[in-house]
């Protein structure tokens, strides 16, 4: 009698082991399926940062290639101005020593 007593004992012990260790266990997976998802979740919200970050970088590029641009262009214009009046000038210039030595 003693000896099935001890026997029921350490059945319900080890059932009830049994039924911890898979408790425990459920819960076990039930984290790592969240851990899974946060991740999933922040690598997809990384690359749209990071897709965002060079959308931004490319728009900017442009900005100052334009920018770069307008400024060469301006520059090329002053310096055409620039020699269209030191022509003009030169130009003036041998017409009035023309006009002298004609005199």
Known sequence: ??????????????????????????KDEEELIALVNRIDKRRTERAEQQRIRAEKEKERQARLA?????????EQRKKQDEDAKKK??????????????QK
């Open 1 to 26: 009698d003693i000896h099935r007593k001890r026997q029921e004992k350490d059945l319900s012990e080890l059932q009830s082991l049994i039924e911890a260790h898979f408790i425990q266990r459920k």
């Open 66 to 74: 334009e920018e770069k641009e307008r400024r060469e262009q301006e």
């Open 88 to 101: 003009k000038a030169l130009t003036n210039m041998t017409h009035q020593y023309g006009g002298i030595q």
